[in-house]
């Protein structure tokens, strides 16, 4: 996981007489919600966010594509804001950010086949010439980092790996600041992507988790696209045991996003006009109201949350 910003911006000082308290973005799914927080922060001066907040969404890195479970999310951003609060980071996070790095500077660009030859090589590299685990602790982040792309170049040709990189990945880490800046965690209820068994109720484990950190969580059920759904007053007119089940109405989509096809023509996961639908942000809010906001019955019950993340974002400067 990493900040959505170049290493450049993460190293870069800012001089001011304002303190800015960071609200970093962590996301399930990594289209939909990106897409709508992106314009509350282009519009945020229409939706009255504090000028005093930053918005920066946390995004997977290279070995974390794909994941969806949100207890895997939960603990690889604890574990990433350890290494960042020690400055020791294990072999795989290594590799995470010499990938960010070479997508930055499109030593890789959108070549998948590429991307993960180059991911392979260096997980051997550390397998067979480092004599490491990726779970392993790199003990001298530069000299691992120098050694790895020195293997790297005698089979690939990395114009733009440049000297400096271990540099650049040693100020890879987050930059939050405990206490004083907010994680924000935005999860779907979807049943799919908790496990529940004998030996524990992930979705427990998740609220029990983010209080004991001091992380804000927020959660949508059935899915986000709900939160999308609260726009529009015609949610009230939807069916209710569908909104909550969801199921599947035709190969590709479930109940919930259908229904907000309907009512918002050309909407899809990875594209739609989202600046339109937080024009609407205060009927989201109102609405999200006659539905279920606690969060430990957000487990059963249709509802949100994310209203309450908006109206904290615009109260920041109190």
């Keep these: 996981m990493r900040e959505r910003r170049t290493f450049a911006e993460r190293t870069q000082v800012f001089t001011s007489d304002k303190t800015l308290k960071k609200y970093f973005l962590v996301y399930e799914g990594s289209e939909t919600e990106a897409i709508y927080f992106d314009a509350i922060?282009?519009?945020?001066?229409?939706?009255?966010?504090?000028?005093?907040?930053?918005?920066?969404?946390?995004?997977?890195?290279?070995?974390?594509?794909?994941?969806?479970?949100?207890?895997?999310?939960?603990?690889?951003?604890?574990?990433?804001?350890?290494?960042?609060?020690?400055?020791?980071?294990?072999?795989?996070?290594?590799l995470n950010r010499i990938m960010d790095y070479f997508y930055e500077t499109k030593v890789i660009t959108t070549s998948k086949v590429q991307a993960r030859s180059i991911w392979n090589t260096m997980c051997r590299i550390c397998e067979e010439k480092c004599l490491k685990k990726l779970t392993s602790y790199v003990e001298d982040i530069e000299k691992s980092c120098n050694f790895i792309l020195k293997v790297l170049q005698e089979e690939y040709e990395l114009q733009h790996a440049i000297s400096e990189i271990s540099n650049i990945i040693k100020e890879g880490g987050f930059t939050y600041a405990?206490?004083?800046?907010?994680?924000?965690?935005?999860?779907?209820?979807?049943?799919?992507?908790?496990?529940?068994?004998?030996?524990?109720?992930?979705?427990k484990y998740v609220i029990d988790k983010c209080e004991e950190m001091g992380f804000e969580l927020y959660v949508t059920n059935p899915c986000f696209e709900f939160w999308l759904l609260l726009h529009f007053d015609e949610v009230f007119e939807l069916d209710m045991n569908k909104l909550l089940e969801n199921p599947k109405v035709t190969a590709k989509r479930r109940y919930v996003e259908q229904e907000l096809r309907k009512l918002w023509s050309g909407y899809q996961k990875s594209s739609y006009k989202a600046k339109e639908l937080v024009k609407n942000i205060d009927k989201a809010i109102n609405n999200e109201k006659k539905f279920c906001e606690d969060i430990v019955k957000l487990e059963n019950f249709i509802g949100s949350n994310i209203g309450k993340l908006i109206m904290n974002m615009r109260g920041s400067s109190n």
């Design 41 to 94: 922060s282009s519009m945020r001066e229409d939706v009255g966010i504090s000028p005093l907040i930053e918005l920066i969404p946390i995004i997977r890195s290279y070995s974390e594509n794909g994941w969806s479970n949100p207890k895997k999310i939960l603990d690889r951003i604890i574990e990433n804001l350890e290494e960042s609060r020690t400055n020791q980071i294990s072999y795989e996070t290594l």
């Design 178 to 203: 405990e206490g004083f800046d907010k994680i924000c965690f935005i999860i779907d209820r979807d049943r799919e992507s908790f496990v529940s068994s004998p030996k524990g109720n992930q979705y």
